[in-house]
């Protein structure tokens, strides 16, 4: 499990004085970024093969509020992942400073060409980077299906 620690600073907190939807969204993204920054995969080589991560969606559930004064950790766990490492699936967990889960959050998402435009599979040396990441209790291997889950709104919407 990887692990980054936050400071919630006055900017993140909302009219109810407790950290912001907004923020926990923020705290997640940088917690990718530093996790795949210490995998090896940097601005640098992500350009080099033209490729970006996407979201698919985000889950939220909140447990308990977090207010500014005190540290908070945000946990990252790879628990899923297509063969080609096209589709990606983590786990955060939010701990306040007595190691409570505040929160916790389910992600998709997926690799684009950022020349095509089209999702795409990882390149060999992300993808070997990525298989040598330790397995949690229920890891799965992901299908395109698997990417559907939240996907059940009607095609058609009388207004």
């Known amino acids: 499990m990887y692990l980054k620690d936050f400071e919630v600073r006055w900017s993140d907190v909302d009219a109810n004085r407790h950290l912001a ?9 940088h917690t990718r970024m530093a996790f795949l920054l210490e995998l090896g995969i940097n601005q640098k080589n992500l350009a080099i093969h033209n490729i970006g991560p996407v ?3 985000e889950h939220m559930y909140y447990f308990k509020e977090v207010l500014p ?3 908070i950790k945000v946990s ?23 190691g409570r889960n505040v929160a916790h959050c389910e992600m998709m998402g997926a690799w ?13 040396d ?23 889950k939240y996907a059940k709104v009607p095609i058609d919407i009388e207004l």
């Open 21 to 29: 939807n907004s923020a926990y969204i923020n705290y997640m993204s």
């Open 55 to 57: 979201v698919f969606y």
């Open 69 to 71: 004064g005190k540290p």
């Open 76 to 98: 990252l766990e790879v628990m899923g992942m297509s063969e080609d490492g096209k589709f990606f699936e983590f786990h955060h967990n939010f701990y306040d400073a007595k």
């Open 112 to 124: 684009i060409s950022l020349e095509t435009r089209n999702l795409i599979g990882l390149p060999d």
């Open 126 to 148: 992300f993808l070997a980077l990525f298989n040598k990441v330790e397995r949690p209790e229920g890891f799965r291997v992901l299908t395109k299906e698997n990417t559907r």
